[in-house]
């Protein structure tokens, strides 16, 4: 009896399958160049120096119009040459002495204790090596001289993970609930639809906003909690009708008459049968969640101010589209357009892998 | 006669994915006649409705090819390749089309006037006006009443029969020279199908067209055809008049079919099977020849393993706001399963013959009565208490097709029953209990490892058998266990549940509603109607004695193919 006449399991079936669809391959990898990018800028192992000034304010992006950055540059420059005019334009402070002279208390001798140690300290120590700022960066920089590109990594950080942890936490609660009210139906059925009412009837913003400040507390958690716990409505009504749907099917009611309980009917028998359900409102979700966090953020409850993210990033772009900086909009919209696109085609193509009747 | 329409060297090929196509129809060959009535005759996957389906153009164009050299000729016409607008053109007058399911057929949004107005309208250039009037008339010539009334009904108004007559109604609108009819009685119940079948008769004759019927069931087209064609895997194995079909088959696979399903008039030991003609098999055959003893008529001294007693099973629908609507589908039933016999139960859809078998598995919660398994009530019991007896009552349900779990691995869907129960010591154990479980149902130890759908409908069932056997049941309820088989498979499968009860000692409750096939496999027929039970007799009194109106009633719409109308004829 040879192996190969075998079905294999699912899981190697479905991995396999993957493997086999060139679709999926692509996709996978750039999901996973991404995850790893993200795991890496946790690690510090890149963009670490995210927050370096290293060039000129909204510096131009050369992997887009290099040849444009020279004629337009001066614009920025004339902007920060306006501060020390109007400084040097003020003598009178600027010379304390005299200042002191004329109102007649230069007698009062003011001696600083600290002067000869804080010049002793300042000839020892090498003068600050003061960095010639770069005047383009592949991606742009942004109002401070940060580079794009690095803030579109290090920002992944908080938008994948913000985006795939509510979105898991949402189809979990979605599932589960979706799957009791669907498969016991009766009193519990309307009470859990009666929860869900609740939940939707409450205009969604004043939800989040509750939410936040019961929680009162801001950080990447609380975040998810939020999305987490907003977010399941709709995958509840999805599953608790594939469910309803299965519950009354002969495979159920043949495992009924083996004797199977319910949580195995509901879970072993059932669950693989509508998992893409819950699959591809998981991908929907992760999409609308990346989305969500930037109105978060732009309400002041999203990430701390000190934590770039996508959504932060598209927040400070509003201001600079109308002053023509374009590139930070680009940057942060081409790297979740592209995160976005991999991830849902590949969990379809996850979704085709794990159904064993499609060859 | 003038030839209608001559199909010749037909071929057409599927796409299913990128490696495989598969030939569904390899080279078919005939010609309609004007006024005959041509059958095609077949099992599933024999090409017969995909010829149907060529010669009318609606094949579906993105997966299907119909091979070069393939002709179809309607009055001298090529049609293949024909432009769609002049194939509408021909489909709305000339030939005209009905299908198996008519509720599916209907659109649920018009009403069933409005639907054949539509033809007339489109095709005839009448006015909306007329073409109503023009539909109540046709719907009073298919024999439906108060034909006005029922014209301005939805689809769903209507019942089955309704609905089909509806379709038939659709497709005269057009006075088609051709009907072609894709298994117009196989969703419909013996009664009506009887029915049906005169209805497209007497319209045949009273307007002197062709028609094409399609069935997979030989019997049906004993009744209405004058000329055959036998058809398997894409092939036609045989063509002659409805006559030498029935009493002269050449072909060993039209012999077959002729042999496979249960006959009425005696009770033969085992049924034929395809394999038995095919490769000619004598010991079978002379088994089949051999009638089979009566047992159990009369007999009160074999103790009853399962003793139902006015179970009743009620269903409480919604109408209107607060209006209630009651519907009694199993009413005040009585009757004892003793132990090694096999009751069968028989009724039409609607009649709540497979209520009783949830009922009495609980899978539905019966509204009065009791179920005494060896004495014990078991719908009084506990969750806890009713385990053991969970193990001993199996049912096997009607589609093989969902009633296993698509998601599970044959092994897995063996196994688990074996799990629960604490069957076989451990896993090792259980698992060459699962093989000898699938050597028993005659599938390969292979099986274990591959998923459902990997297999055909009558090896499904195989499976669905096994997994009820691995329980060691003393009860097996089978629910329409092999109406959605075709009749070569049904007929194994049937010698399988007739060997496994004399091996095991079991008890079986067929419900069917094929009479034929109750009254081959079970000692005991109880007829239900509407609920109730109306008539309780051994097997072979009932066909030779029946006694109640509507027992009579059934065994008189069964279609008994040719012989039975020369018998009338003459």
Request: charged share 20%; glycine share 8%; proline share 5%.
């Amino acid at each position: 009896m040879s192996t190969q006449a075998h079905s294999a399991g699912l899981w190697t079936l479905a991995w396999r399958r993957l493997l086999g669809d060139r679709v999926a391959l692509v996709s996978m990898s750039v999901v996973a160049l991404f995850i790893g990018l993200m795991l890496a800028s946790s690690l510090d192992i890149v963009a670490a120096d995210w927050n370096d000034e290293i060039a000129v304010g909204y510096a131009r992006p050369s992997l887009f119009s290099a040849t444009a950055v020279t004629e337009q540059a001066p614009e920025p420059e004339a902007v920060s040459a306006v501060i020390p005019q109007v400084g040097a334009g003020d003598t009178a402070i600027a010379d304390p002495a005299a200042v002191l002279k004329q109102l007649g208390l230069d007698d009062i001798k003011i001696t600083d204790p600290l002067a000869k140690e804080l010049d002793q300290i300042l000839a020892t120590t090498p003068a600050p090596e003061i960095k010639p700022r770069e005047e383009t960066r592949p991606f742009g920089a942004d109002k401070w001289g940060h580079d794009v590109l690095l803030k579109v990594i290090k920002g992944s950080e908080t938008s994948i993970f913000v985006g795939l942890a509510a979105a898991l936490v949402a189809t979990v609660i979605g599932t589960l609930l979706g799957a009791v009210a669907g498969y016991y139906g009766g009193w519990l059925d309307d009470l859990l639809n009666w929860f869900y009412s609740i939940f939707t009837a409450i205009p969604y913003l004043l939800l989040i906003l509750a939410i936040a400040a019961v929680l009162d507390q801001k950080g990447m958690t609380t975040i998810v909690l939020i999305l987490g716990l907003t977010g399941w409505t709709g995958i509840f009504r999805l599953v608790r009708a594939e469910y309803m749907k299965h519950r009354t099917r002969e495979y159920v009611q043949a495992a009924d008459a083996i004797g199977a309980s319910n949580f195995s009917r509901m879970f072993r028998h059932i669950f693989p049968n509508v998992s893409h359900v819950s699959l591809v409102q998981l991908s929907v979700h992760t999409v609308g969640f990346i989305k969500s966090e930037v109105i978060l953020s732009f309400l002041g409850f999203g990430v701390p101010v000190d934590k770039v993210s996508w959504g932060s990033m598209l927040g400070e772009a509003q201001n600079e589209l109308i002053l023509g900086y374009w590139w930070q909009l680009v940057a942060a919209t081409l790297a979740m357009a592209v995160l976005v696109t991999a991830f849902s085609m590949f969990t379809d193509a996850l979704r085709d892998a794990l159904d064993p009747k499609i060859k | 006669m003038s030839e209608l329409l001559s199909v010749s060297h037909l071929r057409v090929s599927f796409r299913l994915d990128k490696a495989t196509t598969i030939e569904a129809v390899k080279g078919v060959s005939f010609t309609v006649s004007a006024g005959e009535t041509l059958a095609i005759v077949g099992e599933s996957g024999s090409g017969k409705s995909v010829t149907a389906l060529a010669i009318m153009g609606l094949l579906p164009k993105e997966n299907s090819n119909v091979a070069a050299g393939s002709s179809v000729r309607w009055q001298g016409r090529e049609l293949l390749g024909l432009p769609n607008r002049e194939l509408r053109t021909l489909r709305g007058s000339d030939i005209a089309m009905i299908f198996q399911d008519p509720m599916s057929s209907l659109n649920p949004l018009f009403t069933v006037g409005d639907q054949i107005a539509e033809v007339l309208v489109t095709h005839h250039e009448m006015t909306w006006k007329a073409a109503r009037k023009r539909a109540v008339a046709l719907l009073d010539e298919v024999g439906i009443p108060e034909p006005a009334q029922r014209a301005k009904l939805y689809p769903f108004q209507l019942s089955g029969g309704q609905q089909q007559r509806g379709m038939i109604a659709m497709a005269m609108a057009g006075e088609p020279k051709l009907l072609i009819a894709d298994e117009p009685t196989t969703a419909l119940d013996v009664t009506i199908q009887k029915q049906i079948i005169e209805l497209v008769n007497t319209l045949r004759e009273k307007r002197g067209m062709a028609v094409m019927w399609i069935s997979h069931d030989l019997a049906v087209v004993g009744e209405i055809a004058d000329r055959v064609i036998v058809m398997r895997h894409g092939e036609i194995r045989e063509t002659g008049t409805v006559a030498d079909i029935f009493t002269r088959p050449q072909d060993a696979y039209t012999q077959a079919l002729l042999q496979c399903h249960p006959p009425l008039d005696h009770r033969p030991r085992r049924l034929a099977v395809i394999d038995d003609f095919l490769e000619g098999k004598p010991p079978a055959i002379a088994l089949q020849r051999e009638a089979r003893p009566q047992v159990g008529a009369g007999e009160t001294a074999i103790a009853p393993i399962l003793e139902v007693r006015n179970l009743s099973k009620h269903f409480e629908f919604r109408e209107g706001l607060f209006g209630k609507r009651l519907l009694k589908a199993v009413d005040n039933v009585s009757f004892t399963l003793p132990k090694g016999r096999t009751v069968g139960l028989v009724g039409e859809s609607g009649s709540g013959k497979s209520t009783v078998g949830l009922t009495i598995m609980r899978l539905h919660q019966a509204t009065a009565g009791e179920v005494l398994f060896e004495g014990k009530n078991l719908l009084t019991m506990s969750a806890r208490e009713q385990m053991p007896y969970k193990r001993r009552i199996q049912i096997i349900f009607q589609n093989p097709y969902a009633s296993l779990n698509p998601r599970f691995v044959v092994g897995d869907i063996l196994l688990e029953p074996m799990r629960i129960h604490g069957i076989g010591a451990n896993e090792r154990e259980r698992e060459a209990l699962a093989r000898t479980l699938l050597d028993k149902v005659g599938l390969p130890a292979l099986t274990l490892r591959k998923y459902p759908h990997e297999f055909s409908g009558g090896q499904r069932q195989r499976i669905a058998i096994a997994r009820a056997l691995s329980l060691q049941p003393d009860v097996l309820i089978c629910d329409e266990s092999v109406s959605a088989l075709d009749v070569s498979v049904q007929a194994q499968v049937l010698n399988l549940l007739q060997d496994l009860r004399d091996e095991f000692g079991m008890s079986y409750l067929f419900i069917s509603h094929d009479l034929a096939v109750v009254k081959y496999i079970a000692d005991q027929v109880l007829v239900m109607h509407a609920g109730e039970i109306v008539e309780s007799a051994p097997s072979d009194d009932i066909y030779r004695n029946p006694q109640h109106a509507y027992t009579r009633n059934l065994l008189r719409a069964i279609p008994r193919g040719y012989a039975h109308k020369t018998l009338v004829a003459s």
